[in-house]
């Protein structure tokens, strides 16, 4: 593994290396100090922040952007172009579409499914098997309990508690 100087999106510069996946063909870049189970397949174009940690069996899409010390739950997979904020946790088997942004902080349970171009705001908590809708927006602090589902389009306010279905 030939490691290198990289500039990652978030202007931090470590040490880096270009991922190799499972099936032999290339993936991103990492740095160095990221722990990433060999069965993950990280897209050629996405990129994984220093301290991020991602499970086996996971999958990272085209152009998406993994923060500081993140972390990736086995099994997840995560959309094209998403964005994943640094201190970000993700669940087994969970979810996260295309073009999704994730706030710092947030903390999303295992098997949530995060619709495409939602927004997710920092210290979330979002409860397991949870369903957020496309192009949904959840405001900085809120909680989603187990199981609720948010529906497409819908806003929710910052510090809310949702413990019930939203349409």
């Known amino acids: ?4 100087k990289h500039i990652f999106h978030n202007e931090v510069s470590a040490p880096a290396y270009l991922w190799k996946n499972p099936d032999g063909s290339a993936g991103g870049v990492v740095a160095e100090s ?7 397949i990280i ?12 499970g086996a069996g996971a999958r990272i899409g085209n152009g998406t952007r993994i923060g500081k010390d993140a972390r990736i739950g086995e099994g997840a997979s995560i959309g094209s172009f998403a964005r994943i904020a640094r201190y970000v946790s993700i ?3 969970a979810l996260v579409g295309l073009g999704a942004s994730i706030g710092a ?5 295992y098997d949530v ?4 171009y939602a927004r997710v705001g920092y210290d979330v908590r979002i409860g397991r098997y949870a369903l957020i809708g496309e192009d949904v927006w959840i405001g900085r602090h ?3 309990g187990a199981g609720v589902s948010i ?7 910052v510090d809310a508690t949702i413990d019930s279905d939203a349409r």
Not at 105 to 109: K, L, P, R
């Open 1 to 4: 593994m030939q490691t290198f």
């Open 34 to 40: 990221a722990k990433i189970d060999p069965t993950a």
């Open 43 to 54: 897209s050629s174009t996405a990129e994984v922040c220093p301290g991020a940690s991602i």
């Open 91 to 93: 669940g087994n088997g």
């Open 105 to 109: 902080g947030a903390s999303i349970d």
């Open 113 to 116: 499914r995060i619709g495409r």
């Open 142 to 144: 809120a909680n989603i």
């Open 151 to 157: 529906g497409e389009g819908v806003r929710i306010d």
